[in-house]
């Protein structure tokens, strides 16, 4: 019942075009059941009365019965079909929007094979609802209601006989349909990982050559696509195997009859056009039934398939306040901030308080693993403070919208973000609407004018997947512009310049500086300029302030800053 519930459920949008094809589907049984029908009268008059005039008519009424009933057919199948279609784009609309309010710590904890392969392979499997499920109970139910009267109405006891079948029918299709849900699930489950290897192959091609492992990912690729061929071979055996037992009840049910009713007719129980009558409407019967049992074997296949996308539908879209925050004058203050990561038990910040104000450029320096990147990213939201809170002029960020809050921030980090798009997409990303000449001048400011001109064809010209068409400097300016066009009045720079060569490293700089201007600026340094330059430097140490003060400040009284110094001057 509930999965019927959610069947109705998912369907409810598509039902004008669903009852349009229901009374397609009553008037394509009602056919089937006169054709049926016609049998006795048609047998009877020509070759027991002998009415060989009435053979004239008999083919070209069976033509236009059948003529007709295929365009009533074609009508409902096309109807249920673009229902299907349409459901699939919905879902998978509804999917990916949920995916972009997630927050950032769902991605942590599941791969990107299992994301897509629930909005493109579990998604298309809901087609399967109208073209196989709805349709078979809207089309072959109605039907085997009117084959079934009219197979009592000519031969009650032959009938019943029949009917004795059908449980056993049900009940072999019942078991074996969730022996098929089971495997398809874990078929699904294998898809995942495969489009997780190929997704990881196409992003990790120059790791792969450099250490000449295409063996090794070939040879990984072979052993995870030969188990997800185990298991959809598993699946499909047990449904085709449904279709066995359904096929040997209905050879079983057809025997039956011949034996029992050609009985009938020899001792003159009934007539020949009686006999040929049953034995169509039962034939007749067996057929839709079969189909039946096959929706149902699919039903169970899409059931997974529906677990899988409601597991993702129910995962928390972020958590967000109502009160918005339209600009930042005064400071940005973390007030007693600890922070845990979900499933682990030390703390990556513990007690943090620090005061960020307006126009300052503060560096974050500390060993690997001290904590920068999380009190960087806990300032536009992606994770909430386990304990205590960040404010920003006063107003509690858990508080914000955080729509209004992401506003106000601008990141450019050491792994850059960039889309299979154009240049000036891709700038134009940091703000809806931007014209041509403000992309322009974005463009300009952060230095990467210069090389855009040198493009093929400019700022139209397709940079590829995560812009690996580009350097690294050069899409690093690429994303400075597109900051530079966000114009926010904060900044977060994660190493953004930690990857560069030392060439690259100078333009991207004097960039960085335009896009810091008047900016209030945390920065994630590894480059002594950088730091330098800071008006406050924060040493943070196993998620701990240990010192905060300028560089001058600290050089002369921290031995932990003297040996991050030196460590960055050798860099």
């Known amino acids: 019942m509930n999965i019927l519930r959610k069947i109705v459920g998912l369907t409810r949008p598509y039902w004008p075009m669903v009852l349009a094809a229901i009374i397609l589907s009553f008037l394509v049984s009602g056919i089937t059941a006169a054709i049926a029908w016609a049998v006795k009268p048609a047998l009877d008059e020509i070759f027991a009365d002998r009415r060989y005039d009435v053979m004239k008519y008999f083919p070209a009424g069976i033509f236009v019965l059948f003529t007709i009933k295929g365009g009533l057919n074609f009508g409902q199948a096309y109807l249920m079909k673009a229902a299907g279609t349409r459901l699939v784009r919905d879902m998978r609309n ?30 298309e499997m809901l087609r399967g609802v109208m073209s196989d499920v709805v349709k078979a109970f809207v089309l072959e139910a109605p039907t085997i209601a009117f084959l079934l009267g009219l197979a009592f109405y000519r031969r009650w006891d032959l009938t019943l006989m029949i009917l004795g079948l059908m449980p056993f029918m049900a009940y072999s299709t019942r078991k074996l349909g969730k022996t098929v849900k089971k495997k398809r699930k874990e078929a699904q489950r294998r898809l995942s990982f495969l489009t997780q290897k190929v997704g990881e192959t196409i992003l990790g091609a120059r790791i792969i050559k450099v250490f000449n492992r295409e063996e090794t990912a070939a040879d990984n690729f072979r052993k995870e696509n030969r188990r997800y061929y185990r298991e959809l071979l598993r699946a499909e055996r047990y449904k085709e195997f449904t279709k066995l037992v359904i096929e040997i009840v209905t050879g079983l049910g057809i025997a039956v009859i011949l034996w029992y009713g050609g009985n009938m007719v ?11 009558s049953i034995i169509v409407a039962v034939y007749m019967i067996f057929a839709p039934t079969r189909k039946l049992g096959e929706a149902y074997t699919a039903l169970q296949e899409i059931r997974a398939s ?75 939201g992606f994770h909430k403070p386990s304990k205590g809170r960040i404010t920003i002029d006063g107003m509690d960020t858990n508080k914000a919208d955080l729509r209004s809050l992401r506003e106000l921030i601008g990141i450019v980090s050491q792994d850059i973000i960039l889309f299979n798009d154009t240049v000036s997409e891709n700038i134009a990303f940091g703000r809806a609407g931007a014209t041509d000449s403000e992309i322009l001048e974005a463009a300009k400011l952060s230095f990467a004018d210069e090389f855009i001109q040198e493009l093929p064809e400019k700022y139209d010209t397709v940079i590829g997947e995560k812009g690996l068409r580009l350097s690294g400097g050069q899409r690093q300016r690429i994303a400075i512009a ?34 810091m201007k008047g900016r209030t600026t945390i920065v994630i340094a590894h480059r002594l300029s950088t730091i330098r330059n800071a008006d406050r430097i924060v040493i943070l140490d196993k998620g701990r302030i240990a010192d905060i003060g300028t560089h001058e400040e600290l050089i002369s009284r921290s031995s932990t800053y003297m040996k991050l110094y030196n460590a960055f001057a050798h860099a």
């Open 94 to 123: 509804k999917l990916y929007n949920h995916i972009l309010n997630l927050p950032i710590g769902y991605f942590n904890k599941e791969s990107s094979g299992v994301i897509i392969s629930r909005i493109m392979s579990d998604a």
């Open 266 to 276: 020899i001792k003159g129980t009934i007539t020949t056009g009686d006999f040929a």
């Open 306 to 380: 529906i677990e899988r996308i409601d597991t993702l539908l129910g995962a928390a879209y972020e958590e967000s306040g109502s009160a918005r925050i339209d600009s930042f004058r005064g400071s940005l203050k973390f007030e007693d901030v600890s922070y845990v990561y979900p499933g682990r038990s030390a703390l990556a910040l513990k007690d943090v308080n620090l005061e960020i104000r307006h126009g300052e450029a503060v560096a974050l320096v500390g060993q690997s693993g001290a904590g920068k990147s999380t009190l960087a990213d806990l300032i536009p």
């Open 482 to 515: 597109r900051a530079i066009l966000k114009n926010p009045p904060i900044l977060i720079l994660d190493e953004a310049t930690s990857s560069l060569d030392s060439v690259s490293e100078a333009i991207v700089q004097k960039a960085l500086e335009k896009l």
